[in-house]
């Protein structure tokens, strides 16, 4: 089991920042990749940004050269974290953490945190 917590949204100004966070704990050992999505209620979840462990990064173009994603590996915990800068009102959505087993292919998602991007 692995358990996903969030935080670090709110509201913003348009072109303004945020940086979300999300926690994973349980057996992150079997977590190589770890992603950021984002859904508008009644939308299908939308992948915005994906980290491999020792490897490299994926984004939506949508989010390309303004949002970062990045991740800190402790010994008993994974740091997940979403840099995003210059936000647009597009950008407003509910951000789900979400992490996969590579060995049983169980996925998990965090609770969601609102971003609400202000024009």
């Known amino acids: 089991q692995v358990q996903l917590v969030e935080s670090g949204g709110g509201l913003v100004q348009a072109g303004g920042s945020l940086r979300l966070s999300c926690a994973a704990s349980?057996?992150?050992?079997?977590?190589?990749?770890m992603d950021w999505y984002r859904q508008v209620s009644g939308k299908e979840r939308e992948l915005v940004a994906s980290?491999?462990?020792?490897?490299?990064?994926?984004?939506a173009d949508s989010v390309k050269g303004r949002f970062t994603i990045s991740r800190d590996n402790a010994k008993n915990a994974i740091y997940l974290y979403l840099q995003m800068n210059s936000l647009k009102p597009e950008d407003t959505d509910v951000y789900y953490c979400?992490?996969?087993?590579?060995?049983?292919?169980?996925?998990?998602w965090g609770q969601g945190t609102q971003v609400t991007v202000s024009s």
């Open positions: 979400h992490a996969r087993d590579s060995v049983a292919g169980t996925v998990y």
């Open positions: 980290i491999i462990r020792y490897s490299g990064s994926n984004y």
């Open positions: 349980g057996s992150i050992f079997r977590v190589n990749v």
